[in-house]
């Protein structure tokens, strides 16, 4: 069966659409655009009109491809930056005005439990989703989630708390990071370790797209690691620049420019806190997770 879901992230608005078939997706189909959702909140935490409207748009443009691939169905969900906003409703009421979908704004719990479902292989994994409002881990095997978190950190969130344009800059919003993100690696540690810690999301993949000195995503960055050491470089490197200059480095999305050097923070001190050296990455995304669980459910 042809299925497809689009989730609306605190970044990115993404959809994926696949064949699926025992937990498998063949075939798949993505896209993606950059609706920078968090950052059209206002000071009272609502979306404001204009970013309401174009990611109303912007969804309403990756259902159609969704259709014209021949999807079944099509889920919608919302993470962070809309389970914050006070005027979701207008926002799910706009999209359903345009498109007919019906919008489900799902917790942090669940969006670390899809990304957990995404890569984990039935293996033991640490799988960690950095996003633009939120950042989940969660730790467990055989596809059995054991404990999960979503943390009210995240590269857009940062940005917003601690911008960084110099190098000292960077060591508070580090010094920040780790004070947030301490106690729940206390938490974890409790736990039966993981032998590998799998990294999610536009940051872990911009981190190993650095590395390779090209804009990579998906497949070409599947199994790509990125040490400690390397993301403090890129970090060292990137929070002397301006943004301008950052738009120019290899690897780098230019749309990402003002907000990558928060999202690596959060993979220096969670790669620090939970004990690993390196991370490995990966280009699957809870979107990935969403039609292989609803596919094993059926």
């Known amino acids: 069966m042809k299925r497809a879901a689009i989730a609306i992230g605190s970044n990115s608005t993404r959809m994926l659409a696949a064949e699926t078939e025992k937990?498998?997706?063949?075939?798949?189909?993505?896209?993606?655009?950059?609706?920078?959702?968090?950052?059209?909140?206002d000071e009272a935490g609502n979306i404001s009109p204009d970013k309401l409207e174009a990611t109303a748009q912007a969804v309403k443009r990756l259902h159609r491809a969704a259709i014209a691939y021949g999807a079944e169905s099509v889920d919608l969900f919302a993470t962070s930056a809309t389970r914050d906003a006070g005027n979701s409703a207008d926002f799910a009421a706009r999209i359903r005005e345009l498109t007919g979908l019906e919008l489900q704004i799902i917790s942090g719990e669940e969006e670390a439990r899809l990304a957990f479902m995404a890569v984990s292989e039935g293996k033991r994994r640490l799988v960690m989703d950095i996003g633009g409002g939120s950042t989940e881990w969660t730790i467990g095997e055989n596809n059995r989630v054991e404990w999960a978190v979503s943390m009210q950190l995240g590269a857009s969130r940062l940005l917003k708390?601690?911008?960084?344009?110099?190098?000292?800059?960077?060591?508070?919003?580090?010094?920040?990071?780790?004070?947030?993100?301490?106690?729940?690696?206390?938490?974890?540690?409790?736990?039966?370790?993981?032998?590998?810690?799998?990294?999610l999301g536009g940051s872990c993949t911009t981190a190993a797209a650095i590395t390779m000195g090209r804009e990579a995503h998906g497949e070409l960055v599947e199994g790509k690691t990125v040490t400690r050491r390397q993301a403090m470089e890129q970090l060292r490197l990137l929070s002397g620049m301006t943004i301008e200059e950052r738009m120019r480095v290899p690897g780098l999305p230019p749309a990402?420019?003002?907000h990558y050097p928060h999202g690596l923070c959060i993979l220096i001190i969670a790669l620090e806190l939970c004990g690993f050296d390196k991370i490995t990455i990966s280009g699957k995304i809870n979107l990935d997770g969403n039609l292989m669980n609803i596919d094993r459910e059926e």
């Open 23 to 41: 937990g498998e997706l063949r075939n798949p189909i993505r896209g993606r655009e950059e609706t920078r959702l968090f950052l059209g909140l």
């Open 161 to 199: 708390m601690q911008p960084i344009s110099s190098p000292e800059d960077a060591k508070k919003a580090l010094a920040l990071c780790r004070e947030i993100m301490a106690p729940y690696a206390e938490r974890l540690s409790a736990l039966p370790p993981a032998p590998v810690m799998v990294g």
């Open 256 to 258: 990402r420019a003002m």
